[in-house]
């Protein structure tokens, strides 16, 4: 192989492309020549009862999954949703949960409740006075372990 360089002089400055004469005279007389003399008709669609039955049926079967498949929100539970249940109710089924004063004094919607000073002494105003003792020796016995 020759590793000789071209150089852009030594080439010939020919065209190699030839037009045919009178191509461009021509021309517009063979356009002319490819286009149809009737107008192409785009079909148009018109209105049909079976057209619309199909519409309104196909939207009848629309609505009616999507009133099958989308699921039922639930309402408010209103201001106070466990006043028809009684305390004894509430503690049993927090005593079967194995859940104690202690554990939910955690959350934050509990300390929030017990925020003013009335709900706290609301609630303590139910409470026998054993209960009340056994708690505060409770909480100070494992405040000296600490």
Do not use: C
């Amino acid at each position: 192989m020759d590793n000789k360089r071209i150089r852009l002089d030594d080439l010939k400055k020919e065209v190699p492309f030839q037009v045919p004469e009178d191509y461009f005279d021509k021309l517009p007389q063979m356009i002319q020549s490819r286009i149809p003399s009737e107008p192409v008709r785009k079909p148009v669609i018109g209105w049909s009862w079976q057209r619309s039955l199909a519409l309104v049926s196909a939207m009848a079967l629309i609505l009616v999954l999507v009133w099958v498949t989308v699921p039922e929100r639930q309402g408010s539970l209103g201001q106070e949703p466990l006043s028809g249940i009684s305390n004894a109710s509430i503690v049993s089924y927090l005593e079967d949960q194995d859940m104690s004063y202690y554990d939910l004094s955690e959350h934050k919607v509990v300390q929030k409740a017990f925020d003013t000073d009335s709900t706290v002494l609301f609630y303590l105003d139910g409470l026998e006075d054993d209960i009340l003792r056994q708690q505060l020796q409770e909480s100070v016995s494992s405040a000296e372990t600490i």
